[in-house]
């Protein structure tokens, strides 16, 4: 059975929400297909001493302010995933939860929403799956014959679950330095941190607002034709959220370059050095999850789909929402999400009528 709907909204998190408050406000039939089975999207799979770069004001969803959590400045995800949950409940957002999309192809003037629980059929699809569910993992020469764990950042929760161990973080970027500031400070771990190049931190009074700021002022001036500004990139790799301001003023965060290769017992460095390792952490980021859309014959350099705002290039009919600065400025964040979703629905809006 097929079931037929203005838009077909894939993905259930932050990015799916945002969109849904602007579909409904367009006056828009419309379902929100999530994959997973409770509410939350990707916060609900983070390490347990993950915060918010930023203060709940400053981290909301359109329509709503995260309330703040008392004795927590910047909140934890758990807080996150209430917010979400309640977010969702107050707008009565048409959530269908353990629908995994498979496809989604052209069916003459309307898109076919291919799922395992049945098709769909829409005249709009905004794709908002994020990245989580496919992280990236580099090939380094060696690494078949390592006979220690290889987990990534999507699969890291807590220190004590390498107690006693020597544990090696690769990643020069923001989950990488807190999950090695999460390890450093507990007894028992031996740490080894390794990065691409020296750790670029960012003033320690820097936080989520400024960093949304930086990339509102990069959108702005390539809008008006002005000088790129570099935007987030610009100010460093790291926000110096106070763990791991603590671990690095403590001098337990001290990075070393990154090995050329595995060896069965751990890792080895260009110069002939070597270091044991009963597990490797890829903190090493994540691609755009968008394997669904292959069908329509859109990705291109990177694995990205060329847009026009968050309207795919070669599919008009098509909207891509939260996977970076690519889908707009500070869109895989809570607070950067809002302005895209508000542009696509209305764009969708203006398509149907």
């Known amino acids: 059975m097929t079931h037929p709907v203005d838009v077909v909204v894939i993905g259930g998190g932050q990015a799916g929400l945002a969109a849904g408050y602007h579909l409904r406000r367009n006056n828009l039939d419309f379902v929100i297909l999530d994959a997973q089975s409770t509410p939350g999207g990707a916060w609900q799979h983070t390490w347990d001493s993950l915060h918010l770069f930023s203060p709940a004001v400053f ?14 400045e910047y909140p934890d995800a758990a807080h996150v995933v209430q917010y979400l949950t309640d977010y969702e409940q107050r707008y009565a957002l048409p959530v269908h939860r353990l629908v995994r999309v498979r496809a989604v192809r052209r069916d003459g003037t309307r898109l076919r929403v291919e799922t395992d629980t049945g098709d769909w059929s829409a005249q709009a699809v905004v794709s908002a799956t994020g990245t989580w569910g496919r992280p990236f993992m580099p090939a380094v020469p060696g690494r078949e014959v ?8 999507a699969g890291y929760r807590r220190p004590s679950d390498f107690a006693g161990q020597r544990v090696v973080v690769v990643g020069g970027g923001n989950s990488g330095a807190q999950i090695a500031a999460d390890l450093a400070t507990r007894d028992g771990i031996d740490l080894t941190w390794v990065t691409q190049r020296p750790p670029r931190f960012l003033a320690d009074d820097i936080d989520g607002r400024a960093l949304f700021d930086a990339a509102t002022a990069r959108r702005r001036a390539l809008d008006e034709g002005r000088t790129d500004t570099g935007g987030v990139a610009s100010l460093g790799d790291i926000v110096a959220v106070p763990p791991v301001r603590a671990a690095r003023d403590a001098g337990l965060l001290k990075a070393q370059p990154m090995f050329e290769r595995f060896t069965a017992d751990g890792v080895r460095w260009s110069d002939g050095t070597t270091a044991r390792a009963d597990t490797v952490i890829w ?9 669904h859309l292959a069908p329509l014959g859109l990705r291109g350099v990177r694995g990205h789909i060329a847009t026009h705002g968050t309207r795919a290039a070669g599919e008009p009919r098509l909207h891509l929402l939260g996977y970076g600065d690519w889908t707009g400025p ?10 895209p979703a508000r542009e696509a629905a209305a764009a969708i809006a203006e398509l149907l009528t």
């Open 330 to 339: 500070a869109s895989a964040t809570l607070i950067g999400v809002g302005r």
């Open 146 to 153: 390592f006979a220690g764990r290889q987990p990534h950042t």
């Open 59 to 72: 981290s909301s969803l359109p329509g709503r302010i995260m309330p703040a959590r008392l004795g927590q």
């Open 283 to 291: 903190c090493t980021g994540f691609r755009p999850a968008l394997s």
